[in-house]
């Protein structure tokens, strides 16, 4: 691995997990790509944020026994013409957050359960929203929905490919409150049972 490497690998017997505040942060290395790599019933998350997170740029790969990237509140990924080569090798769930805009970037998500989720249990009935504006993106689930909100699914730009699992009760796109088909292309296979077209769509889709 030629960039920096974060690895969690707690030990046995620590008893549940714990939150840590800022304090416990330390910068150990600065670099542009990075490998995390994440293992035991203590590691909650890979990458975990409460309010903001945002994924600019980088190489970036994640193997997570949990959720790869999750944030509470809003999830950023990409900006407008560029973003990080994310790639999520193996998860239970691969992004996770309340809001989630994806602008740009190369993205590979692997999940055994919901590829992208945008939901939360502790925010009742919160404006949940997937936007996805640009960048390339590939899902792949093997157990779940590939993208799953309690709100919104907007598509306005970029290239997604989704692939969910063979369970009838999970679908491609999955949405509560409608999607959206402005702009990009997009490509969704999976089985019949939960199949949801957009509610609302400028342009030709199949």
Do not use: H, W
Not at 33 to 46: E, L, Q, S
Not at 91 to 102: C, K, P
Not at 128 to 149: E, H, K, R
């Amino acid at each position: 691995i030629a960039g920096p490497v974060a690895v969690r690998y707690p030990r046995g017997g620590e008893g549940e997990y714990k939150e840590r505040g800022v304090e416990a942060s330390k910068l150990l290395r600065e670099g542009e790509d990075f490998t995390i790599i994440t293992y035991g019933i203590n590691v909650n998350d890979a990458v975990k944020s409460d309010q903001l997170l945002n994924i600019q740029s980088g190489k970036i790969t994640i193997s997570a026994v949990g959720n790869a990237v999750r944030c509470d509140r809003t999830l950023n990924i990409g900006q407008s013409g560029s973003g990080p080569n994310l790639t999520i090798t193996s998860s239970s769930v691969g992004l996770s957050s309340a809001v989630m805009n994806i602008t740009g970037g190369n993205i590979s998500v692997n999940s055994s359960s919901d590829g992208i989720r945008c939901a939360s249990s502790g925010l009742g009935d919160y404006p949940f929203a997937c936007n996805i504006n640009g960048g390339t993106v590939t899902v792949n689930s093997t157990d779940g929905d590939g993208i799953d909100s309690n709100g919104t699914v907007s598509f306005n730009g970029g290239n997604v490919t989704v692939f969910s699992s063979e369970n009838d009760l999970d679908s491609p796109l999955e949405s509560v409150r409608g999607i959206t088909l402005v702009g990009g292309t997009l490509f969704g296979m999976g089985m019949v049972g939960m199949v949801e077209n957009p509610s609302a769509a400028q342009q030709v889709y199949v």
